[in-house]
């Protein structure tokens, strides 16, 4: 067994551990940190497998960020697990078959080799930039896949702006921006007072 | 260097290149905690000179020893751990906040060859480990059970998140005038062009061409570490201590020493990337690590100087500078440096 084989089987083993726990955490805060964990994790088998474009995307925009958000709210609910438990058993066929879909997807893509697809062959000859070539394919073969999703991203952000936004305040409030302007002039006036004389 | 490497291949056989590794880390390492500790004793002097005070003066000549005493003092107090706190996660996120500060410095390069790990895409790497360190601020407020340190890691949390975005657009831009993500390149990147050729290197730096995101990014950085006039986190006269009020003893310090190492950080990026990093403003004096050092050493001072110069700023305010000046300020500038590119005036073909 060689070095890498070794370090794949390290991170999977973290993988597989911390994605059970994901499911498995009573507290809503350990089981974000446990995804985070499996994010992570997840960066370091892409690495293994030189697309370290998308091991640091991965790191970048779910661990860096999207997590961080995350974690803002589970942190901040009030969250009754008596109470999520609750429909459990309701809920037991739909995402048993939803889990075995996903299982079956999987179990084909992990066995293509068995059905004869042709597996792409990942060793990169040395001084390929990663991440040059997928900005080239991005900007050239897939230009129009590419501007569509980051319209519908800028949909999705909109969207998410309009459902929450209640429109202007009836309150008073500061405008910060006023205020960072503001001159010692507008708001102080420094009087001469001559010295009284008797 | 070689008897060196022969030395070790001799004592070690296959496992020396990870011994290698493991020295080089050291190398590293210890010389960046005794910055830290000195960068405590540079402050303290510094701001105690702008406020007309001596500053620590007692332990040593100078009071050169005092942070050694510091940390002495530090590592002998207790750690006390609060009852209703989530221990495990009490416990680690100090070390969550430490561990991105050190790990990021495996890619940064000292000079040419003066460089732990000389990979592809160095500057992604330092972006996506930097981020990481959010989780540190945020995990010990929250596992801290208080309402003080709850309080310093929403806002930290906000802020540091608000200030990732411009500082990512100023990095694009940065990359795309050196056509590379790799941080050696992007140095060698700047000493090219018409005024480094007639010896005088510091006006084709890239701090000059993109000035604005050279300032967007040193005040996003100043952000990142949560330094004043930017430390809403802390807040001493708003929320005690923010984030880190519950931590005493070592797991204080490890807090403490993460700020610096980020500074730290912080400083050595913006002289690589804007500052030409190891290269030499003037033609006629020789590149050499030196010139990195003495431009981390005025980022630093700089540092120290908002600190002692602005008052904190309200929460409110600092999220309209991130969001309402410097993201527009990026969104403009990113597309003035690519027309910049495509037309005829390029200098940095």
Sequence with gaps: ?198 | MDAVMNFGQGIFGGIWPGVWTLIKIVLIVAPLMLGVAYLTYFERKVIGFMQVRIGPNRVGPLGLIQPIADGLKLLLKEVIVPTGANKGIFVIAPMLALAPALAAWAVVPFTDSLVLANIDASLLYIMAITSMGVYGVILSGWSSNSKYAFLGAMRSAAQMVSYEISMGFSLICVLMVSNSLNLVDIVNAQHQGRLAGIGLGFLSWNWLPLLPMFMVYLISGVAETNRAPFDVAEGESEIVAGFFVEYSGMAFAVFFLAEYANMILVSALTSILFLGGWLSPVGFLPDGIFWLLAKMSAILFLFLWFRATFPRYRYDQLMRLGWKVFVPVCLVWLVVVGCWMMSPLNIWK
């Excluded at chain 1, 067994?1 to 498995?24: E, K, P």
């Excluded at chain 1, 499996?38 to 860096?64: D, K, M, P």
């Excluded at chain 1, 999207?66 to 309701?90: A, C, E, K, S, T």
């Design chain 1, 1 to 198: 067994m060689d070095f890498q084989t070794l370090v794949f089987f390290f991170l999977s083993a973290i993988l597989i551990v911390a994605s059970l726990r994901v499911i498995t955490a009573r507290n809503p805060v350990h089981a974000a940190l446990f995804l985070i964990l499996a994010f992570f994790t997840c960066g370091g088998i892409w690495s293994l497998l030189q697309a370290e474009f998308l091991a640091i995307a991965i790191i970048l925009v779910y661990v860096g960020a999207v997590m961080v958000l995350f974690l803002f709210v589970v942190m901040m609910l009030d969250i009754n697990l008596d109470r999520i438990r609750q429909g459990f058993w309701n809920y037991l066929p739909l995402g048993a078959i939803l889990g075995m879909l996903m299982v079956l997807e999987m179990g084909l893509v992990l066995g293509s080799k068995y059905f004869q697809v042709p597996a792409a062959d990942v060793a990169l000859p040395a001084g390929i930039s990663n991440t040059k070539s997928i900005g080239a394919l991005m900007f050239s073969d897939y230009v129009y896949p590419f501007e569509l999703a980051s319209i519908v991203l800028l949909v999705g952000m909109i969207a998410a702006i309009v459902l929450t936004y209640r429109g202007p305040k009836k309150t008073k409030y500061t405008n910060p921006n006023q205020q960072v302007f503001v001159k010692a002039k507008d708001r102080v006036r420094v009087l001469q007072m001559p010295v009284e004389k008797d």
